[in-house]
């Protein structure tokens, strides 16, 4: 009895260590997210706010900027580029099929001019789930007849350069990348869209970044983005007079 009840003791006290570990924030709020992809996987409730209220306020939407970490970060960063009528609709971590489902509320809804979309560098990841080049281009497919379907300007963001992803030590990176950007390229000028080419501006011409670009590697710092902001600057003036060409410095 004496064995079995120090065994008990023992047992209390690891599942008592558990519980506490479980209340910890960064368990707590990696717990949150695990619910929040399976009752809300595109994640519509991120903007849904700001898009009612932008709505309401009766300001033309000139742009919207539709994407991943990349483009959130922009916002962040550099804030200042995000003038009125520009609107930043990026969500960290996110792939293309999620990026579709969130089309039509945090793009169409706001009825703006154009759309600027940078995908795909979590699709290569595997973020999502393993996802083919083939797959990607079919949730860009989506996303281009829907835009085109409601009278929005396309701007198609190249993936910017990366070596490696912090988060996917040993995948190659360049292969997918290059290959994805090529059909972009290709796709704006199918479509009579626009390709932002900011791969070419970033590029250390090995594939990866030019020092000091980005933080990781992947993520541009303020000095990334202040390098990206022309192309952006170029490509919606193009995609505003309506000439399809790739826009680069």
């Avoid at 170029?234 to 309506?242: F, I, K, P, S, Y």
Wanted: glycine share 10%; charged share 20%; proline share 6%.
């Amino acid at each position: 009895m004496k064995t079995s009840s120090r065994r008990r003791s023992v047992l209390l006290g690891m599942c008592a260590g558990l519980g506490t570990a479980a209340l910890t924030p960064a368990s707590a709020a990696d717990s949150a997210e695990e619910q929040r992809l399976h009752t809300d996987w595109p994640f519509l409730s991120r903007y849904a706010d700001e898009n009612a209220k932008l709505r309401a306020s009766g300001i033309p939407v000139d742009a919207v900027f539709l994407g991943d970490s990349i483009t959130e970060g922009w916002l962040s960063k550099a804030p200042e580029f995000f003038t009125a009528g520009r609107a930043c609709r990026g969500i960290g971590g996110q792939t293309t099929p999620q990026m579709l489902l969130r089309f039509r509320q945090d793009v169409i809804a706001l009825r703006p001019r154009m759309v600027h979309i940078m995908g795909g560098t979590n699709d290569i990841a595997g973020n999502t789930g393993p996802s083919t080049l083939q797959m990607i281009q079919d949730n860009y497919l989506c996303m281009t007849d829907i835009a085109m379907a409601n009278g929005v300007h396309l701007i198609f963001a190249s993936i910017p350069p990366a070596r490696d992803f912090p988060w996917r030590p040993g995948l190659d990176t360049r292969t997918p990348i290059a290959a994805l950007n090529r059909w972009l390229e290709d796709h704006a000028k199918r479509v009579h869209a626009t390709y932002a080419n900011y791969f070419a501006a970033l590029t250390d011409g090995d594939g990866g970044m030019r020092p000091g670009l980005a933080s990781d590697g992947v993520h541009p710092t303020k000095e990334g983005y202040a390098i990206m902001r022309p192309v952006a600057e170029v490509a919606m003036r193009m995609a505003a007079t309506g000439r399809a060409r790739s826009s680069r410095m």
